[in-house]
């Protein structure tokens, strides 16, 4: 304590010394710093390290210390880095709309935003158990392979279904990395991009991130609509399609079975590639969930993107792109250049959780526990917001796509808040201007059914207040 009040007293003493003199001027030598200051040596070292990181002075070895360049910015103000516009180019990141997705809820807020399970839904045993025992392998600290563990990768092959086997599959440090690496390898720069409208706000940031230009195409309650996306393939002259065609997000949409082999055709007639979002296959409410695009496809116009990191935890960043012919060298060359490799002691966690009996059974209780909750928001909303409209009752998913009766989406979002409830506004699901007032109310990351009552009830008492003033 007091040695450090003795250096602050000398450097505030050297501060004024400094002020006296012109840049370039000697300081005097150590030896006289300390028999002037009553000093000892190693307390004389550091203060002229300390007025040497702040700039003011330039220690030359052999030479001295001398007083540096004045600053135009007086000691102590806020640093400038107003030169960063200049240097930076011009590029489409919109880092805010992935924020939103992340951003934390006020303090005590019931959180009906987020896009992970709430850790009471989690497998945290499992989990815990799963990453103990891959620890405990001799090879887990090992490098592993670019493409990613040949077990893990032979796991996902089956999941896809069809006759996908483990050189057709790449595995990415969950979801959000892979739609980054696809939309990286399969388009370039300056390229249009069809999207589903609405879709997830996190793949337009990326495909933007990417120099992508996203063109929307409608959707209704059977999913996209072909007539209209044969025609934006035909006007945009876009080589990608970003779909997810099972528990879409933030709609909770499947796409018809009709309409499934129509999307595959009109792909291959325009020459395109689909990229299949299944990020959400197993959150299914107990239904039948149907294949995978992927699963159906033989000629490589699918490639598929799933991950464990929703059904799991979302530090479990574990996911996979399953491709085939050379989009997939494209695909690993992405990954090689971005990380070489996803961290080996996740993957290894991951083939251990996958291969127990606990897996399955997690699976089945998350199944009936996203279904009553679902329907507890569901009837909530109808009680307390009557005038809102939920767009379907989705069959998988963690959220509710909800209409609002007015152009009121940031009021409602700011007196949601208020009130002490997040929602997400749905302005950022649409890659143009949205066709109507949204907002996404999800029922995974709330703590039980009872947060989700009293969170409906707090989202009527915040629209009444909106229409009260």
């Given at each position: ?132 025992r891959a620890a405990r392998r001799p090879d887990a600290w090992d490098r592993a392979p670019t493409a990613g ?321």
């Amino acid at each position: 304590m007091f040695e450090s009040s003795t250096i602050e007293n000398l450097v505030t003493s050297l501060r004024a010394e400094i002020a006296r003199l012109t840049p370039g001027d000697r300081l005097p030598s150590s030896r006289d710093l300390v028999r002037r200051h009553t000093a000892s040596p190693v307390t004389v070292a550091r203060a002229v390290a300390v007025l040497a990181a702040e700039g003011a002075v330039v220690t030359r070895p052999g030479s001295g210390t001398f007083v540096a360049a004045r600053s135009s910015r007086p000691f102590g103000s806020p640093p400038d880095t107003s030169w960063q516009a200049v240097a930076l180019a011009d590029r489409s990141i919109d880092a805010h709309t992935v924020t939103d997705l992340l951003r934390p809820p006020p303090a005590d807020a019931i959180t009906m935003a987020g896009g992970y399970l709430h850790r009471s839904l989690q497998p945290a045993k499992a989990l815990g158990d799963a990453l103990a025992r891959a620890a405990r392998r001799p090879d887990a600290w090992d490098r592993a392979p670019t493409a990613g563990l040949e077990t893990l990768r032979a796991l996902f092959a089956r999941f896809t279904g069809g006759d996908m086997d483990s050189d057709d599959v790449l595995i990415t440090s969950g979801g959000q990395d892979g739609l980054s690496v696809a939309f990286r390898a399969i388009a370039a720069p300056g390229s249009p991009i069809l999207v589903e409208s609405p879709t997830y706000q996190g793949a337009l940031a990326a495909a933007r991130a990417a120099g992508l230009r996203p063109v929307p195409v409608p959707s209704d309650d059977a999913g996209i609509r072909p007539d209209l996306l044969a025609d934006a393939f035909a006007s945009s002259g876009a080589q990608l399609l970003y779909l997810q065609p099972t528990f879409h997000n933030p709609s909770g949409a499947v796409l018809s079975e009709p309409r499934r082999q129509q999307v595959l055709d009109i792909a291959r007639a325009a020459g395109a590639f689909i990229l299949e979002d299944d990020n959400a296959r197993l959150l299914g409410h107990g239904g039948t969930v149907p294949r995978p695009l992927a699963a159906d496809d033989r000629d490589g116009t699918v490639v598929y993107l799933t991950s464990l990191t929703k059904p799991a935890s979302p530090s479990l960043r574990i996911g996979a792109l399953v491709a085939r012919g050379p989009v997939m060298s494209r695909l690993r060359a992405i990954r090689l250049v971005d990380d070489f490799f996803i961290s080996r002691p996740l993957q290894e966690a991951a083939i251990e959780l996958l291969s127990t009996p606990a897996w399955d059974r997690h699976l089945r209780a998350l199944s009936a526990a996203l279904r009553e909750r679902c329907a507890t928001l569901a009837a909530g909303l109808a009680r307390h917001t009557p005038d809102w409209t939920v767009s379907r009752i989705p069959a998988g998913g963690f959220h509710l796509w909800v209409r609002l009766p007015a152009n009121s989406v940031q009021q409602v979002t700011d007196a949601a808040r208020s009130q002490g409830v997040a929602v997400s506004p749905g302005n950022g699901y649409f890659a143009a201007e949205p066709p109507a007032a949204y907002v996404r109310v999800g029922f995974a990351a709330a703590a039980d059914l009872a947060q989700l009552t009293e969170g409906a009830r707090l989202l009527g008492e915040a629209a009444r207040n909106i229409l009260a003033h």
